[in-house]
């Protein structure tokens, strides 16, 4: 065997598959695209509703013809399609071992019955490949792809550590030399059975999503229904995996026209390195979408940031991206559903697009593409009566299209509460910073002392300041109060209980008398503003979705838009609170619901929620629609005595009357200080988040744009 072509990488090189499976089987379907490149979509293929009840026997019948492959292949010494027979093995082996199983209606006894075939024919061939080349380096390699796949989540950040990379320090623990796949695949069984998130879907407990461009096939595999991208994470995904820059570049060595004028397509240029990011997340999503109903699998594009504001723009770039997918799945599912139940719409884009809750604009984009029955998912939205606002449009546009029998998809209205966390916290110190200040002498002298003591990067009083704000764009301060915003912000102040801040303000006796106090004083907002996001999503979930409330929306989806018991059901069950943005394993922990939620989590914020049930202090049983429970009272009436949380947590006088209209209950006791649609814009966290990713998907176009001149 050419032992000069041993890469992983080359597995998955793919091959130009006709338009037509030439195929008689779904066996030969799955070994034939595997061998071209495709084992993720042959062994996702024989995940066939149809062949629930078949599937130990299908398997078996793959194992035959892969085993006779193989001979072939060891024969010739072609690495590349053993490598590939390999994957595919372990595709089906992890496919069975995971979610998938369940979603595709496969009873335990098959499941079982399966993975022991699979196993066995593994460790038939790793012995058949060491009586035949003395080693296993096949088999060997087929892990280190695995292995690499996993570890790239958040490699590019050297402060974060994924959970994916976590799970393949551990699974490497357990790799036997003489049986690399096997027992890679026994490991890995043990590690997705005892994960938290794997435990919490079958439990039922909520759905959950990703917040980032990688890693999705072994998340599906724990449950993970959906992914959610922004700029920001676009260009993290380019830099985990620098293979996507080789693949941009092929494709636009394949489409010339976007060469033309390059820097009039900056945009154009943008898009089609983010779809080519999120392409392979639809499909790793695919077939949870079909097996689902499109009930899940959703994948989340951001629409452009600096469109935002414009109506006709952001439909337009929807449409055209929709359509783009559309022509890409027609061929792919040609194979993916090949064999499968009849009437599932081939080429239909398991896609929402994220629209930016900006304003009156976001309102009518999320109307007009819910009724084209193109899903939407509100993001840069932290307060209620925003959401509040977008779900009501999201039910408008939806009944418009349940009434032409448009068939809906899962949406998802996204709550960012770890940074209105971020945002309010900023707000604080700045006030209490503020307060300190006029009784210090030298008030900047005394900030600047604060300001060193916290790593702000000034190197003297006066003059101008500046530094990263930990929102994606640096800060640069001029004023006294300017440089009061920079010291107080997220890349200084991640806590309040930070000893430089506790002895700045127990000098001049702010927030306490001692040392102490001011601790003490600290430690209970801190604990009030962790709780803040929570409050605002568990807010929204209750308006809607507790049950007594969801009856109420029935009746009156029912009897506003003319639509049946049904389509109504239709309509709002397909809507999911989407907390994201979190910091600390509470905040998915409190947020879980069997209905109308979908907890989205950072690579690094799965691991921690993860270690947090390892520690086997928390019951997950204990837990369950733990989205109803008041997790600290004295917290919430602390936090309103803040006029920025309350605009975040009370609603308007127009919502109010909406509540009102429908009947959900407390709706006269909301309060009527929530932004109105012509604040959204420039409520803080909105103004930094949008400020970021602007800046942020700006970079990333001209490093599209450069490598496109480049082609």
């Known amino acids: 065997m050419d032992t000069n072509i041993y890469d992983y990488r080359s597995a998955f090189r793919r091959e130009e598959l006709p338009e037509t499976p030439p195929v008689s089987d779904q066996v030969s379907l799955a070994v034939y695209v595997a061998l071209r490149g495709y084992p993720d979509l042959g062994a996702d293929n024989l995940l066939n509703p149809r062949l629930a009840t078949l599937y130990s026997r299908v398997i078996g019948e793959v194992n035959r013809v892969v085993h006779l492959s193989m001979l072939s ?119 997705i059975d005892g994960n938290a998130y794997y435990r919490m879907t079958l439990n039922g407990l909520c759905r959950f999503g990703n917040d980032y461009a990688l890693g999705l096939r072994w998340l599906r595999r724990l449950g993970f229904v959906q992914v959610s991208t922004n700029p920001v994470l676009a260009a993290e995904a380019y830099k985990d995996d620098p293979r996507l820059w080789e693949r941009y570049e092929e494709y636009l060595s394949k489409h010339p026209e976007l060469l033309e004028r390059p820097e009039e397509r900056a945009d154009d240029l943008a898009m089609t390195a983010t779809l080519l990011a ?70 239909r884009p398991n896609i929402v697009f994220k629209v930016a809750g900006s304003g009156a604009a976001s309102l009518e984009i999320t109307r007009i593409l819910e009724s084209l029955g193109i899903g939407t998912n509100n993001t840069v939205t932290f307060s209620v009566s925003q959401e509040v606002s977008l779900i009501l449009e999201k039910i408008r546009g939806r009944s418009e299209a349940a009434k032409r029998g448009v068939r809906l998809t899962k949406v998802y209205m996204t709550n960012m509460g770890g940074r209105l966390e971020a945002h309010l916290r900023e707000v604080k110190a700045a006030e209490l910073i503020r307060t300190a200040l006029r009784f210090y002498e030298d008030p900047e002298g005394s900030l600047l002392e604060l300001a060193r003591s916290l790593g702000v990067p000034v190197l003297e009083k006066g003059g101008t300041w500046r530094g990263p704000s930990g929102w994606g764009y640096d800060i640069v301060a001029r004023t006294l109060d300017e440089k009061v915003e920079l010291v107080s912000s997220q890349a200084y102040l991640r806590t309040l ?20 106090e001011v601790r003490e004083c600290l430690e209970a907002w801190e604990r009030a503003l962790s709780l803040s996001g929570t409050f605002v999503a568990q807010r929204v979930w209750y308006l809607f979705f507790d049950e007594e409330n969801r009856r109420l929306w029935l009746s009156y989806i029912m009897r506003k838009y003319g639509l049946s018991a049904e389509q109504a059901e239709e309509v ?84 109010k009357a909406v509540l009102l209209e429908v009947g959900v209950k407390g709706a006269g006791e909301l309060g009527e200080e929530g932004l109105r649609v012509d604040e959204w814009k420039s409520f803080g966290p909105r103004e930094k988040t949008m400020r970021g990713f602007t800046e942020a998907y700006n970079k990333f176009r001209e490093e599209c744009l450069k490598r496109a001149k480049n082609v």
């Open 73 to 191: 292949a060891f024969e010739k010494g072609n690495f590349l399609e053993s490598l590939r027979l390999y994957y595919l093995l372990g595709e089906l082996a992890l496919n069975t071992i995971g979610m998938e199983m369940r979603w595709a209606g496969i009873p335990p006894g098959e499941r079982s019955k399966s993975l022991e075939f699979i196993l066995g024919e593994i460790a038939s061939l790793e012995e058949l490949e060491k009586k035949s080349f003395g080693n296993t380096r096949v088999a060997a390699e087929s892990v280190n792809g695995y292995l690499d796949d996993m570890r790239k989540v958040m490699s590019s950040n050297p402060k974060a550590k994924s959970m994916l990379a976590w799970m393949a320090d551990e699974v490497s623990r357990h790799i036997d030399p003489d049986h690399p796949l096997s027992s890679f695949i026994i490991a890995m069984r043990s590690l």
């Open 278 to 347: 999120l392409i392979p997340n639809m499909e790793v999503f695919r077939p949870v979408a079909f097996l689902l109903g499109f009930k899940d699998g959703m994948v989340s594009y951001q629409l452009n940031p600096n469109f935002a504001e414009s109506v006709e723009d952001s439909i337009r770039d929807a449409l055209k991206i929709y359509s783009l997918a559309a022509q890409y799945f027609k061929l792919y599912d040609a194979y993916l559903l090949w064999g499968w139940p009849d009437g599932m719409t081939r080429g």
């Open 497 to 516: 209980l930070n000893d430089a801040l506790i002895d700045f303000l127990a000098r001049v006796g702010v927030c306490g008398a001692s040392r102490d």
């Open 572 to 655: 709002l069950d397909g809507i999911d609170v989407l907390p994201a943005s979190k910091r600390r394993p509470e905040d998915t922990y409190y947020t879980l619901s069997a209905r109308n939620m979908t907890n989205t989590e950072f690579p690094n914020h799965q691991l921690n929620v993860h270690l947090e049930y390892q520690k086997k202090s928390l019951r997950l049983e204990d837990l369950a629609e733990a989205v109803r429970v008041n997790w600290g009272p004295e917290s919430l009436d602390l936090l309103l005595k803040m006029p920025e949380f309350r605009k975040a947590y009370e609603v308007t006088r127009e919502i």
